[in-house]
């Protein structure tokens, strides 16, 4: 058998026994191993559970797109246009930014010029689902 044999067959025995102290290092422990994959188990989980909220998240956004268009055709559509295409007559709904939040509240809740005010037909929840369904077709996202 010749050197390089034997190196083989040494690095073969190696790989099939269980680390020592001295193939691990000084301070070492035999857990080390088992440490690392239950870590990279844990990081692993977290990672998912991580992604899971985030689509969650995104579904939950989306449902409330869903409502505020519902409760947009049926209050907003018919004088702010079907599908947020405005006839020209009154605001277009889609300039509105993100900062423009609370202008919207207080003109939807209070009426401004001829928009009669909500309050009382629409409730919070429901200015948060008309913001969410406004938003997602906005020229400024």
């Known amino acids: ?16 026994r269980s680390p020592t102290r001295e193939d691990r290092g000084a301070g070492a422990t035999a857990s080390a191993p088992r440490s690392r994959r239950r870590a990279a188990s ?6 998912a559970a ?19 268009e519902q409760l947009y055709e ?6 702010h246009g079907e599908k947020l295409r ?5 605001f277009d709904l889609r300039k509105l930014t993100a900062d ?4 919207f509240d207080k003109f939807v809740m209070e009426g401004k010029g001829q928009m009669p005010p909500w309050r009382g037909t629409l409730d919070q929840a429901d200015l948060d689902r008309l913001w969410a369904y406004v ?6 996202k």
């Open 50 to 68: 991580c992604g899971l909220a985030i689509c969650a998240v995104g579904a939950a956004a989306q449902d409330a797109v869903e409502a505020g």
């Open 74 to 79: 049926e209050h907003c559509a018919g004088c």
């Open 100 to 103: 423009d939040r609370p202008r």
């Open 135 to 140: 938003r997602a077709h906005a020229y400024d």
């Open 86 to 90: 405005n006839p020209g007559t009154t």
């Open 1 to 16: 058998m010749g050197i390089e044999d034997q190196s083989k067959a040494e690095d073969n025995r190696r790989l099939r």
């Open 42 to 47: 844990v990081t692993a989980a977290a990672a």
